[in-house]
Nanobody
Framework: VQLQASGGGLVQAGGSLRLSCAAS????????VGWFRQAPGKAREFVAA????????YYADSVKGRFTISKDNAKNMVYLQMNSLKPADTAVYYC?????????????????WGQGTLVTVSS
């Protein structure tokens, strides 16, 4: 699976961004696609995930109510709509495909990663 994340940028606190993740190479029908983020000097952390078949979604407490993950099966795309952004949301955001049965909030559950897109939220 090849993944390409895009949509990052510079935004003021309170603003919005939508990240996109384009998947190619194989079917995702039985997989989970997740978004993670990594701020400078910090560990990579779970943000949100969605099951490719069905509509189950999962969110980190820190983004619940502000971020929405969605998908377009026909286009093999996953999106992360980020609203009410805070400076603490500043990080490189990665999309990934889970190919294990490990807890989906753990980075080690995911074997395929995109290149990351930088989100910077200014105060």
């Amino acid at each position: 699976v090849q993944l390409q994340a895009s949509g990052g940028g510079l935004v003021q606190a309170g603003g919005s961004l939508r990240l996109s993740c384009a998947a190619s190479g194989r079917t995702l029908s039985s997989h989970v696609v997740g978004w993670f983020r990594q701020a400078p000097g910090k560990a990579r952390e779970f943000v949100a995930a969605i099951k490719w078949s069905g509509d189950s979604t999962y969110y980190a407490d820190s983004v619940k109510g502000r971020f929405t993950i969605s998908k377009d099966n026909a286009k093999n795309m996953v999106y992360l709509q980020m609203n009410s952004l805070k400076p603490a949301d500043t990080a490189v955001y990665y999309c990934a495909v889970r190919n294990t049965v490990v807890d989906l909030t753990s980075p080690i559950a995911y074997g395929y990663w995109g290149q990351g897109t930088l989100v910077t939220v200014s105060s």
